[in-house]
């Protein structure tokens, strides 16, 4: 039976999440996805995907070292980020650095080391590629800092509060992993033709460059700049709705209830000791834009979305919104990297077939 985009075709099995869109819940593997990003760290969550297990200490120890140890970027590299143009994109950026990067052996059968060194490696790029456009000396990495810790010191020139290093780590475990996404299948396509590492990872980038997969937060920006007060939130929402436009930031393809994403990032930012204003005007304005939802589309199930949150986080951290699809991409490059191991650990070349029409 021929379904354009395969759309609810089961093309594979795997063990690395389950979404299950019309109860709202959201795993990885055996774990509730609230429960990873409340209880433990991106290390943690990168490792238990890669692994299969939650790692002891000596595993932690191991993997959190080698993330360390491979957040540099060769002298070789680094010149030839220098030298892209300006004009290029920065998933642009990142498609053309990963495609050079010298990592461990990327041949299949694939090695995990290829995937620890590329994670370590992209808050570096992104980070780099901005200080370099702005005309700044780009920041090398601190190998004291965690993962999350020091790509917000590379983002900002400082050390930022614990507050904001646990924002940008919740955001970053909800968006590691997602079933098979456009990206996470365009690497399990070219992983499964046993081509290296490298080549898989940039088919989910380029993937990824796609507007209509990695881009929505900054349409929420867009959505609540425009608003910017509580009093404007109604009757701008209404009027967009009258005029059938879209209200970014709600409603999911996959989630008919609230996405378990959305809501764990608002529980987290609710609980901070200093609610951030903008974050204070994202929450009024959900509820208001909820409540005309249900009455201009009382037929849909139409709620916040992670984009939606997690405009209110990369808003709040004063990160701008060129760099948000790269963010995501840092973070779901785990995920990217789960699934091209499991895909070679039981390979079937994908080969679909077209359906020819005159």
């Known amino acids: 039976m021929y379904k354009p985009g395969l759309k609810d075709v089961v093309a594979i099995e795997t063990k690395l999440s389950n979404v299950e869109g019309e109860e709202g819940r959201l795993q990885y593997r055996r774990h509730n996805v609230k429960e990873l990003a409340d209880r433990y760290t991106f290390e943690e969550v990168a490792y238990y995907l890669l692994n299969g297990h939650l790692p002891s200490k000596e595993e932690y120890y191991e993997f959190d ?85 020091n790509f917000l010191y590379m983002i900002a020139g400082h050390e930022k509060s614990n507050d904001e290093v646990k924002m940008l780590e919740t955001y970053l ?16 396509v070219t992983a499964s033709t046993q081509s290296d590492f490298h080549s898989a990872i940039t088919s989910a980038i380029g993937a990824m460059k796609g507007p209509l997969h990695g881009g929505a937060p900054s349409g929420v920006i867009d959505l609540l700049d425009e608003i910017a007060t509580k009093d404007n939130a109604v009757n701008i929402i209404k009027r967009k709705l ?44 959900e509820t208001e834009t909820i409540n005309l939802l249900k009455e201009y589309k009382p037929d849909k199930h139409l709620y916040t979305n992670v984009e939606y949150y997690a405009a209110a986080v990369l808003k709040s951290l004063q990160i701008q919104p060129d ?36």
């Open 173 to 188: 475990i909800l968006t590691m992993e997602h079933g098979l996404n456009a990206s996470t299948f365009a690497a399990r």
């Open 242 to 285: 009258t005029n059938g436009e879209r209200i970014m930031g709600f409603g999911h393809r996959v989630y008919q209830t609230q996405d378990p994403r959305a809501e764990t990032l608002k529980n987290m930012l609710t609980q901070m000791e200093h609610t951030p204003d903008w974050v204070d005007l994202a929450l009024h304005v």
């Open 65 to 149: 070292q080698s993330l360390r140890k491979h957040r540099n970027l060769s002298d070789a590299s680094f010149n030839l980020l220098k030298q892209l143009p300006e004009h290029l994109s920065m998933m642009g950026v990142m498609r053309t650095m990963v495609s050079s990067l010298e990592i461990a052996s990327s041949k299949w059968p694939y090695e995990k080391q290829s995937a620890i060194q590329l994670i370590a490696k992209l808050p570096t790029i992104i980070t780099h590629r901005v200080d370099m456009l702005n005309g700044h000396q780009p920041i090398n990495p601190r190998n004291d800092l965690t993962h999350v810790e």
């Open 323 to 358: 760099m948000f699809t790269a963010l995501f991409s840092s973070s779901r490059i785990v995920g990217w990297s789960a699934h091209i191991l499991e895909q070679a650990e039981n390979n079937t070349i994908f080969r679909p077939l077209a359906k020819y029409i005159d």
